[in-house]
Every structure is written in structure tokens, then in C-alpha cells.
């Protein structure tokens, strides 16, 4: 409950539906159902790995730099 109600005033909408997804080792996944949109949150604990969110936003960076 308390997790839900984070999620809800970090988005400022209203959680409908929060359904785990499968699929990683590192991460756990989420997807968050609102009236409006559908978010996926993505999760891992900066102990066990420091900066790898910031690594991954570079990778997508350069990615999409690449498609244009």
C-alpha cells in the first residue's frame, strides 16, 4: 500500500491497476495502469548497481541520436 501511494504522488494520478512483469534478472519491473496512461517503472538497487540507470539513459541517447 505504501508503495502504491508513492507511485500515485510521484505520477499525480491515481493507481489502477500495478501489475509485476517477468522477464529480468537485475531489475524488477512494473507496470502502472492509470485512467490516463500506462507506465512501466523499472527498479534495481543503487548498492548493487551504482550509476547503471544513468549508464542505460547514454546508451538510449546515443541510440536514438543514431535513428535520426
Do not use: H, R
Not at 30 to 59: G, W
Amino acid at each position: 500500500m505504501i508503495f502504491k501511494q508513492f507511485l500515485e504522488g510521484k505520477l499525480s494520478q491515481k493507481a489502477l491497476k500495478i501489475t509485476g512483469i517477468s522477464g529480468g534478472d537485475i531489475n524488477e519491473v512494473y507496470s502502472i495502469e492509470t485512467a490516463v496512461n500506462i507506465f512501466i517503472l523499472k527498479m534495481n538497487t543503487c548498492i548493487d548497481f551504482p550509476k547503471m540507470f544513468e549508464k542505460e539513459k547514454q546508451d538510449w541517447t546515443e541510440f536514438l541520436k543514431q535513428e535520426q
